[in-house]
């Protein structure tokens, strides 16, 4: 049970596994497939001794079946013994083209012009962009799709034969066992590729999920993140834009925060930082924001409100602050006031989020020179001003933007950015694309009716009736998805939004699909390329229930045309049986048809595809990032650094190497806030940031833990050498020129206390830190402007 459940577990994080192993994916699928061809050849041939007769179903292709099942059992226990590396790229090379080359020989038995070969053609590169590696997936399409293009040319030009595992359909009996063998060889491929491209799918929404969770949260307090309340501020701006709504925002801090750091400890200072968070938060309504915005101070949003209400929803915060009850270790209560800060925005003005922010920045500092622990209100005009003030320039950055850059349409970069956004895009967007691409591959559809025209005996077109009904039929469908089309787009521009637009376009894809399938063959190739390639894309763009139920519709639509065509209800391939026999095909025109009707579904699904997930896979990187970084000073953010902390201790405890950890507390910062405003102490923490990294060793890390704090983390680093590098960082940091909004130059210094494990115990990497805070607080009683260092043994 145990072992179930190791397996379940590794089985739901394709997406985390090395490249190594989702390379085995592929070689699993072919030994699975292939055991399964063997065993369809011992059934047929238990059903119809007869079939013994050909010469590549008995012995040969049950044989080939054998040593390709062996095959891939034997890569993938070679890669144990040699002991692959986890991002070893000819692996994945040889993953993929195994299981290329292997379904090629498969659907050559079975027809190179058949189901089976569309949903191989198709479906591998689709999956292997999922899996592998880009240029693999590339790589092992073009040889997939250069063997099938030369045994069509080599059966279309006599040098093979068509099909050879299967005798041509004679009757009724002969023509359902070729239905029965290309449903059965194709059912297995198309059910792996859509459920394992569902699962991988579904596993990457998750896993982007969670990394967008962790950008956009506070590690500390669990509100929304700086980075993340300011895009909510905008965001909330425009909607209020918008329709016309009031505005508010304010700024919180709590009062004399430092002291109680320095009185208490980090520790403590967390506490009531996620006391004052869950404080507000349960204060604040549902349609309000919180997000902490510094050190000590918080940033509320609240929409649809004007000042006399949201004045009294900030008076409610603060009484909810001041009756926090909490202790310090030492027993001490914990006093915790706030002082808040508010600017509105009427109806009668325009809203802009940067001049809200500085009105509302403005206020607090008045509520903090009366005596904190109090509401001030920003008055209308401070605001009014503030606001044309952004105003002005806002539009004179519009104006810049909108002269030097062309439309996104006029050029071939605009055109690939807007393709890479599809992700972002509304889903009647997404309709509308899938609709334009239906449009495209009935397109090449017609075009092989025109060529089917060319060929056909004149006469037999007009006795023909189920191909005039066909050609109408497809002409029809074209008319009205460039009517769904036009609709969608109208729609669109008019920004009306209908329920249920992706179940409308999946639908009637799967109609116009089966019907296009039906006029060239309802088991050809093109029928397997469309039943792949649609499915897979739509995926990746509609929710999963839609895309099942289209499919449902038209795989019903191809196994009923396919046994109605075996019995005689209808004829096999219309437009294709004018020229040719049609259940056997293998001449030059049904190949040149074929691919008329296949290849602008192929390549459009396929660069589609690559451009959606290249988008995907750089969105992810983007958030994944976003989540590591603090927002204001681009370093590691609280939770990034500790966790390299905690990935650093264990390995000094399995290396037994030291290391060394600071941490550092910018002098007096608050008085430089008090003094000068936000603005010129970000721009300190921006420029001790640069300080801090450029004196620091490669291999170190810098991380901001708190408002003014930074830790350091310097492995392999003994005591010596690191209060080399603190007092250097301490020294560069006294001597670098800072400067306030109106030039004055600001006095910034720091204090600094370090701690080293040189034990090779158990390495504590919270205790590491604490040593090193209270070595920080040593050097503040000293005098600030200072290095201490404690030194942390394994207990």
């Known amino acids: 049970m145990r072992k179930f459940d190791s397996w379940r577990r590794k089985l739901a994080s394709i997406q985390e596994w090395s490249s190594v192993e989702r390379a085995c994916i592929p070689i699993v699928l072919a030994a699975l497939l292939y055991l399964q061809y063997y065993l369809w050849g011992r059934f047929a041939l238990a059903r119809d001794a007869a079939l013994a007769d050909h010469a590549f179903l008995w012995p040969q292709g049950l044989f080939a079946a054998a040593v390709i099942t062996a095959a891939a059992l034997l890569v993938m226990a070679g890669r144990h013994l040699v002991r692959v590396r986890p991002e070893a790229l000819w692996f994945q090379h040889l993953g993929a083209n195994f299981y290329s080359v292997s379904l090629v020989w498969g659907v050559y038995l079975t027809g190179t012009l058949s189901l089976p070969a569309g949903v191989v053609l198709a479906g591998a590169p689709l999956l292997g962009f999922l899996l592998l590696d880009r240029r693999v997936a590339l790589l092992a399409f073009a040889v997939t799709f250069g063997l099938i293009l030369a045994l069509n040319g080599a059966t279309a030009a006599g040098l093979l034969p068509y099909a050879p595992a299967l005798p041509a359909p004679v009757d009724t009996q002969s023509a359902l066992f070729w239905v029965d063998t290309h449903l059965l060889f194709a059912t297995p491929h198309l059910l792996v590729n859509i459920g394992l491209c569902a699962v991988l799918l579904d596993q990457w929404r998750r896993r982007e ?126 006093p915790v006031t706030g002082s808040f800060g508010l600017a509105c925005c009427d109806t009668r003005l325009d809203p802009v989020g940067g001049a809200l922010l500085h009105a509302a920045d403005a206020a607090l500092y008045a509520a903090k020179r009366a005596g904190r622990n109090r509401v001030v209100v920003a008055d209308r005009d401070t605001v009014a001003a503030a606001v044309d003030a952004d105003a002005g320039q806002l539009a004179a950055t519009s104006i810049r933007r909108a002269t030097a850059a062309p439309p996104w349409w006029l050029s071939v970069h605009g055109w690939r950015r807007r393709a890479a956004s599809i992700l972002e895009w509304s889903t009647q967007e997404k309709a509308a694309l899938f609709l334009a691409l239906l449009l495209v591959m009935q397109a090449g559809a017609l075009s092989g009716v025109i060529v089917d025209l060319q060929f056909a005996d004149a006469a037999a077109l007009r006795q023909a009736a189920v191909a005039r009904t066909v050609l109408w039929l497809q002409l029809a469908l074209e008319a009205a998805t460039m009517l769904l089309l036009g609709v969608a787009i109208e729609l669109r521009k008019r920004d009306v939004a209908l329920p249920r637009t992706d179940h409308v376009a999946l639908q009637f894809g799967a109609v116009a699909m089966v019907v296009m399938g039906y006029g060239t063959g309802i088991l050809g190739i093109s ?269």
């Not at 792949?532 to 639509?557: D, N, S």
Request: glycine share 8%.
């Open 209 to 334: 999920a969670r990394v967008l969770e962790l950008s956009f949260t506070d590690a500390l307090t669990g509100v929304h993140s700086r980075r993340h309340i300011l895009d909510l501020l905008e965001a909330e701006v425009a909607r209020a834009r918008r329709h016309g709504t009031p505005f508010a925002v304010a700024m919180v801090d709590l009062d004399h925060f430092k002291r109680i750091n320095d009185r208490f400890g980090h520790p403590a200072g967390d506490r009531v930082l996620r006391a004052a968070a869950q404080a507000l938060t349960a204060t604040l309504r549902h349609c309000d924001a919180v997000g902490r915005f510094g050190g000590e101070e918080f940033l509320l949003l609240l929409p649809g409100t004007g000042a006399a209400e949201a004045a009294e929803v900030l008076e409610d915060c603060r009484r909810a602050l001041a009756v926090l009850v909490l202790t310090a270790d030492s027993g001490d209560v914990i």
């Open 527 to 795: 029928t397997g390329v469309a039943l792949t390639v649609v499915p897979l894309v739509a995926f990746i763009l509609f929710q999963r229930a839609a895309v099942l139920a289209a499919l449902a519709t038209a795989l019903a639509g191809v196994a009923g045309l396919a046994y109605a065509s075996a019995t005689g209800a209808l004829p096999y391939a219309p437009l294709l049986s004018l020229a040719a026999p049609a259940w056997h095909p293998g001449g030059a025109f049904q190949v040149l048809t074929h691919y008329l009707f296949f290849l602008p579904l192929l390549c459009g699904g396929l660069v589609l595809a690559d451009q959606i997930l290249g988008r995907w896979r750089e969105r992810e990187a983007q958030f994944h990032a976003l989540s590591l970084t603090d927002a204001l000073t681009g370093v590691h953010n609280r939770r990034s650094i500790l966790g390299l902390l905690a990935r650093e201790a264990a390995r000094a405890e399995r290396t037994g190497m030291p290391l060394a950890v600071v941490i550092l507390d910018l002098d007096y910062f608050k008085m430089v806030n008090d003094t000068f405003g936000h603005h010129a102490g970000d721009r300190v923490l921006q420029e001790t940031t640069r300080v801090l990294r450029a004196t620091v060793r490669q291999c170190d890390a810098v991380g901001r833990i708190g408002g003014e704090e930074f830790l350091l983390l310097l492995p392999g680093t003994a005591m010596e050498g690191a209060l080399v590098l603190a007092e250097r960082c301490r020294q560069r940091l006294a001597a670098t020129v800072f400067l306030g909004d109106h030039g004055e130059r600001l006095a910034v210094t720091a204090s600094f206390g370090l701690a080293v494990c040189t034990s090779d115990a158990h390495l504590d990497g919270e205790a590491l830190v604490r040593r090193a805070d209270d070595a920080l607080y040593q050097a503040k009683e000293a005098g600030r402007n200072r290095v201490e260092a404690g030194v942390a043994s394994a207990a």
